[in-house]
T-cell receptor, first 111, second 114 residues
Framework: DSGVTQTPKHLITATGQRVTLRCSPRSGDLSVYWYQQSLDQGLQFLIQYYNGEERAKGNILERFSAQQFPDLHSELNLSSLELGDSALYFC??????????FGPGTRLTVT | TQLLEQSPQFLSIQEGENLTVYCNSSSVFSSLQWYRQEPGEGPVLLVTVVTGGEVKKLKRLTFQFGDARKDSSLHITAAQPGDTGLYLCAGVYAGGTSYGKLTFGQGTILTVHP
């Protein structure tokens, strides 16, 4: 158990809908990273937050957004969903740099 | 764009065999990590290497960081069926404003047959 929690574990929704994925980092960690994992693209970095502020952006679509709250949990919002957004979404945390600890992931299926 | 090339993509071997997975980049890493991922679960950190030429051992797994910190390898001795899984290398590139962002290789799917 990495200490990083993610909910929900599974999510099935229709195209055009909006969903919110939630992540709670390990105790003491200030930084949260979001990743998308699909069969053809591997693990892709989406976005990083550090202590409530956006720190780095990767291959995140404009339809996707994230935020980190004062209690340090983070949410990833995915809107206008398309079939191609079906993937595993992971969050990871650390104290700002170095080793990252991954949560169990949310499997999103868009039908 | 910084790319991390991982090879081979697939590896199917018999129990007891040895294997090596490679991770290469044209850019220098400040640190490199190896993860193992089981189906439907998150990647689990195996090791972090930070010093050029560093060698770390974890039971039957040996991790090596290249002298120039541009490449790394994972060697498994006497593989067992329990080693089956997806192995990922991930690096933090030196310089710039990466803020610890990890760049992942495509992964190596290892299957060890009894």
């Amino acid at each position: 158990d990495s200490g990083v929690t993610q909910t929900p574990k599974h999510l099935i929704t229709a195209t055009g809908q909006r969903v919110t994925l939630r992540c709670s980092p390990r105790s003491g960690d200030l930084s949260v990273y979001w990743y998308q994992q699909s069969l053809d693209q591997g693990l892709q970095f989406l976005i990083q937050y550090y202590n409530g502020e956006e720190r780095a952006k990767g291959n995140i679509l404009e339809r996707f957004s994230a935020q980190q709250f004062p209690d340090l949990h983070s949410e990833l919002n995915l809107s206008s969903l398309e079939l191609g957004d079906s993937a595993l979404y992971f969050c990871a945390s650390n104290r700002g740099a170095g080793e990252q600890y991954f949560g169990p992931g949310t499997r999103l299926t868009v039908t | 764009t910084q790319l991390l090339e991982q090879s081979p993509q697939f590896l199917s071997i018999q129990e007891g065999e040895n294997l090596t997975v490679y991770c290469n980049s044209s850019s220098v890493f400040s640190s490199l990590q190896w993860y193992r991922q089981e189906p439907g679960e998150g990647p689990v950190l195996l090791v972090t290497v930070v010093t050029g030429g560093e060698v770390k051992k974890l039971k039957r797994l040996t991790f090596q960081f290249g002298d120039a910190r541009k490449d790394s390898s994972l060697h498994i001795t006497a593989a067992q069926p329990g080693d089956t899984g997806l192995y990922l290398c991930a690096g933090v590139y030196a310089g710039g404003t990466s803020y610890g962002k990890l760049t992942f290789g495509q992964g190596t799917i290892l299957t060890v047959h009894p």
